[in-house]
């Protein structure tokens, strides 16, 4: 019911399908900032809807993710309100057709929202991040996955106040980047590279296009220089 706080240890919809989970206004508060708060794994036709998840967290744990979208395919998230997650505010990792859709997520430790492990055809699109302790929206495909990251597209956002870059692909094919909103950026607001210290893939047919920047390289004292789009490889 709304209006309610419930505390778990992890919510966990395993290999299941046609499933919707609605969120209803309740807060959800993840007990294990180690885990995801939501762990979808596997199944298809899995949707998310109006949730508020918060592991309350002042540390990082690189698996402690609100929403884990994992190997599962035509997911959906939307409308849901997620905050200081120990890791990334929406994980999605290898999935087949998924969207983010109107989603807020404010104070992570990590990513607000991250897509990697050859995930394809995903949209994150009308969201609002802001606060997050990395990038703002990421799109990252590592040596390490089966293949690249591929037509995914980022339209329509507003990122905030990121301590690292705006939105990021690094390692992908057949990106749109457009009509997003991005203002204070500890580095790039745009950043599209190849890193080599992070082990990741390539980078190819990136469109960047209608969005507006502001302040990039401003906040959160950076250490480095970055211009307001930045391009690299190594």
Partial sequence: ??????????????????????????????STP???????????RVRLLGLRLTHNAVARNDSGFGIFLDGCSVASVRDCAI??????GIYVDGVTHGSVQACTVT?????GIHVTGASTQVAVSGCHTSTTGD?????VSYASDTGRCQDVTITGNTVFQSKARGIS????????????????????????????????????GVLVSGNTVADANTYDSPAFQHPSILISAG
């Fill in 34 to 44: 180690a885990s995801a708060i939501v762990w979808v794994q596997g199944g298809s």
């Fill in 83 to 88: 905050s200081a997650t120990a890791s990334a």
């Fill in 169 to 204: 692909v690094v390692g992908g094919s057949n990106i749109a980047i457009t009509g997003n909103e991005i203002r204070a950026t500890k580095y790039a607001a745009i950043i599209i590279a190849q890193e080599t210290s992070f082990s990741t893939r390539g980078v190819s």
């Fill in 1 to 30: 019911p709304p209006g309610k706080t419930y505390k778990v240890s992890q919510i966990h919809l395993n290999a299941l399908s046609d499933v919707t989970l609605i969120g209803h206004g309740a807060t959800i508060v993840g």
């Fill in 135 to 139: 990038d703002g929206i990421a799109v």
């Fill in 107 to 111: 104070g992570t430790m990590s990513d």
